[in-house]
């Protein structure tokens, strides 16, 4: 199957790979010269057969709609547009419609992975009619982890990325329990040794997990993460999962905590924030703050996710 990809960045690049190595053909465009197949998003279309369909990973907000709005004038009735980014799902429904205007399909995929999705593969959650969605099948086949799970085609457009919206804020009250339990551990004057605590947990236990296992290799790393300021930012993927909950008169106390919490990181070097720091790190390839570099000076805007790699 042929299918074009616009955004060869950490996941994108990584997405490109992954297909080629199942036989299909990729197309890609990115606005790096040194990533792009081809020169201009127009040429992208023009190496492509009928019915088309074309990847968009960019990141959420502005980027995307520019460049649906370019691939909207560039596509033909038939071909198919897939928001594989950390779109909001209102945009989706927006898209899908201004795309359907044209005869366009579209599909959103919340699409997590991080930077070890190349090796293991890649969740997906998919919304979108049926036929747009099993048209496509070789190429989620391709990208999702081997085995029978790890994909799922969760409803109509929209449902894709609001189930990847949930599965971020898990995420995040994940991150945040882990965080608050080494903080706790790294206090007391009784255990000395936290880091071999967390991996003693690897294995028996009913908190073991891939969180946890990367928790260890960030203590590995930095044993009591000295080197790391105590900053964490927020990719707004938390924030409209707590404005879902609000809407729908859904009580979310442990996922609206863990978003709280990254916000008192910006006022000040929290302990805890440094382990969010670090699985964020080790997870998706996130920029850290260092121990002597001071906060950002513009924190993540709400609602404009910094990037497609997740939370």
């Given at each position: 199957?042929?299918?074009?990809?616009?955004?060869?960045?950490?996941?994108?690049?990584?997405?490109?790979?992954?297909?080629?190595?199942?036989?299909h053909?990729?197309?890609?465009?990115?606005?790096n010269?040194?990533?792009?197949d081809?020169?201009?998003?127009?040429?992208?279309?023009?190496?492509l057969?009928?019915?088309r369909?074309?990847?968009?990973?960019?990141?959420a907000?502005?980027?995307?709609?520019?460049?649906?709005?370019?691939?909207?004038?560039l596509?033909?009735?038939g071909?198919?547009?897939?928001?594989?980014?950390?779109?909001?799902?209102?945009?989706?429904?927006?898209?899908?419609?201004?795309?359907g205007?044209?005869?366009?399909?579209?599909?959103?995929?919340?699409?997590s992975?991080?930077?070890?999705?190349?090796?293991?593969?890649?969740?997906?959650?998919v919304?979108?009619?049926?036929?747009?969605?099993?048209r496509?099948?070789?190429?989620?086949?391709?990208?999702?982890?081997?085995?029978?799970?790890?994909?799922v085609?969760?409803?109509?457009?929209?449902?894709?990325?609001?189930?990847?919206?949930?599965?971020?804020?898990?995420?995040?009250?994940?991150?945040?329990?882990?965080?608050?339990?080494?903080?706790?551990?790294?206090?007391?004057?009784?255990?000395d040794?936290?880091?071999?605590?967390?991996?003693s947990?690897?294995?028996?236990?009913?908190?073991?997990?891939?969180?946890?296992?990367?928790?260890?290799?960030a203590?590995?790393?930095?044993?009591?993460?000295?080197?790391?300021?105590g900053?964490?930012?927020?990719s707004?993927?938390?924030?409209?999962?707590?404005?879902?909950?609000?809407d729908?008169a859904?009580?979310?106390?442990?996922?609206?905590?863990?978003?709280?919490a990254r916000?008192?990181?910006?006022q000040?070097?929290?302990?805890?924030?440094?382990?969010?720091?670090?699985?964020?790190?080790?997870?998706?390839?996130?920029?850290?703050?260092?121990?002597?570099?001071?906060?950002?000076?513009?924190?993540?805007?709400?609602?404009?996710?910094?990037?497609?790699?997740?939370?």
């Open positions: 199957m042929q299918i074009g990809l616009v955004g060869l960045g950490k996941m994108g690049g990584n997405m490109r790979e992954r297909i080629r190595a199942a036989g053909t990729v197309v890609g465009y990115d606005t010269p040194d990533l792009s081809v020169g201009h998003l127009a040429d992208l279309v023009g190496r057969d009928g019915p369909a074309v990847w968009v990973m960019v990141p907000g502005t980027v995307t709609q520019h460049v649906i709005d370019q691939l909207g004038s596509l033909k009735p071909d198919t547009v897939i928001d594989g980014g950390n779109s909001r799902w209102t945009d989706d429904e927006k898209h899908a419609k201004e795309l205007a044209r005869g366009i399909g579209f599909v959103d995929a919340g699409v992975g991080g930077v070890w999705g190349l090796e293991h593969g890649y969740a997906l959650m919304g979108g009619e049926e036929e747009d969605v099993q496509l099948k070789p190429i989620f086949d391709a990208l999702k982890p081997d085995g029978p799970y790890g994909y085609h969760a409803g109509r457009v929209g449902a894709g990325h609001f189930a990847k919206m949930v599965h971020n804020g898990i995420e995040y009250a994940m991150m945040q329990a882990y965080a608050e339990g080494w903080e706790l551990l790294e206090k007391v004057d009784s255990v040794n936290v880091r071999e605590v967390f991996r947990w690897q294995n028996g236990t009913v908190i073991r997990s891939w969180l946890l296992d990367l928790a260890v290799d203590l590995d790393e930095d044993v009591h993460l000295e080197k790391l300021r900053y964490a930012d927020d707004g993927e938390g924030r409209w999962t707590v404005e879902a909950a609000i729908n859904v009580p979310l106390p442990a996922i609206t905590a863990s978003l709280f916000f008192s990181s910006r000040e070097d929290s302990p805890q924030m440094k382990m969010v720091a670090a699985l964020r790190k080790q997870f998706g390839g996130h920029a850290v703050a260092s121990a002597d570099q001071p906060d950002p000076e513009t924190p993540a805007a709400p609602g404009s996710p910094e990037s497609p790699d997740g939370a």
